[in-house]
């Protein structure tokens, strides 16, 4: 069963085109977090919100937490060929539990 | 560069094989994880340790064991490989544990090709 859902699995898109991609769940989480992978390398961090409702900007993503704690959404605004990745979630159920990772949303940004 | 390293970067071995990943956390940090991707699985969590000790397990297999050393560095050894156990393996360490939020940085990754 899969806790995190991301979609959408695949994104093909034009630079300087925005973009929304989500992550959902029928649990509740402490803390959610985005990662972004490259080919070939390690998931970075790029976020963790921790506040039913919270809102993160980093640049041109902007993070959201669900009121609920149950979803979050990453939003990419003029994407660039640089933001070509792939978009991991992940979330912690409690303080003591493994983060939970979703599948991803594969991201590809054309120049 | 996360600070984390990992060692192999490639591995290619037969069926049956034993081998040994093996991974630095980042300095100071206490948590080590251990995670297998491959495509159609995604991300999944194999083992925790903290400070030396076994704190979480998640899909690991028997053939598989990790462990952590004084150090704090960790190895995962995977035996009786199968063709199955070809993936991406990846460490990743953290400064904290047991508290509302830990972030994690991942290491490079070591490809494992089982032919």
Do not use: M
């Not at chain 1, 069963?1 to 402490?30: A, D, H, K, R, W």
């Not at chain 1, 039913?52 to 902007?62: F, P």
């Not at chain 1, 599948?103 to 054309?110: A, C, D, E, Y």
């Not at chain 2, 995604?42 to 083992?47: A, N, R, V």
């Amino acid at each position: 069963t899969q806790l995190l859902e991301q979609s959408p699995q695949f994104l093909s898109i034009q630079e300087g085109e925005n973009l929304t991609v989500y992550c959902n769940s029928s649990s509740v989480f402490s803390s959610l977090q985005w990662y972004r992978q490259e080919p070939g390398e390690g998931p970075v961090l790029l976020v963790t919100v921790v506040t039913g409702g919270e809102v993160k900007k980093l640049k041109r993503l902007t993070f959201q937490f669900g009121d609920a704690r149950k979803d979050s959404s990453l939003h990419i605004t003029a994407a660039q060929p640089g933001d070509t990745g792939l978009y991991l979630c992940a979330g912690e159920t409690s303080g003591n539990t493994p983060l939970v990772f979703g599948k991803g949303t594969r991201l590809s940004v054309i120049a | 560069d996360s600070g984390v390293t990992q060692t192999p970067k490639h591995l290619i071995t037969a069926t049956g094989q034993r081998v040994t990943l093996r991974c630095s956390p980042r300095s100071g940090d206490l948590s080590v994880y251990w995670y297998q991707q491959s495509l159609d699985q995604g991300l999944q969590f194999l083992i925790q340790y903290y400070n030396g000790e076994e704190r979480a397990k998640g899909n690991i297999l028997e053939r598989f064991s990790a462990q952590q050393f004084p150090d704090l560095h960790s190895e995962l050894n995977l035996s009786s490989l199968e063709l199955g156990d070809s993936a991406l393996y990846f460490c990743a360490s953290s400064a904290t544990s047991g508290t509302p939020t830990y972030e994690q940085y991942f290491g490079p990754g070591t490809r494992l090709t089982v032919t």
